[in-house]
């Protein structure tokens, strides 16, 4: 069982940054792609952005697309979303997901983490 861990969310003003970081317990993230999700209250469980185990081909939705950038340190075992120019509409959780398969759907992702809070205020 794979089970993940997400770091760094927060309060920040509209325009501001943050960074997340995602990262596995007791086991390495070799070979398992990655993705980040979010979910904001009464709203369903959105894709943002995914990316290879071996660091290529990074995807993602256009609702962040040129704002927020996805990477990963294999050697950390360590992924992490960079998050510029926040909007107050990105608040929401925050959520890392593994898979063995290249996806953007939900249901393709069996390993999650718990989740962090990113609110962004006006």
């Known amino acids: 069982q794979v089970q993940l861990a997400e770091s760094g969310g927060g309060l920040v003003q509209a325009g501001g940054s943050l960074k997340l970081s995602c990262a596995p317990s007791g086991h390495s993230f070799d070979y398992f792609n990655v993705a980040w999700f979010r979910q904001a209250p009464g709203k369903e469980r959105e894709f943002l952005t995914r990316i290879e185990w071996s660091g290529a081909s990074p995807y993602y939705a256009d609702s962040v697309k040129g704002r927020f950038t996805i990477s990963r340190d294999n050697i950390k075992n360590t992924v992490y979303l960079q998050m510029n120019s926040l909007k107050p509409e990105d608040t929401a959780v925050y959520y890392c997901?593994?898979?063995?398969?290249?996806?953007?759907?939900?249901?393709?992702?069996?390993?999650w983490g718990q989740g962090t809070q990113v609110t962004v205020s006006s």
């Open positions: 997901a593994a898979s063995g398969i290249v996806s953007s759907r939900v249901r393709d992702y069996p390993y």
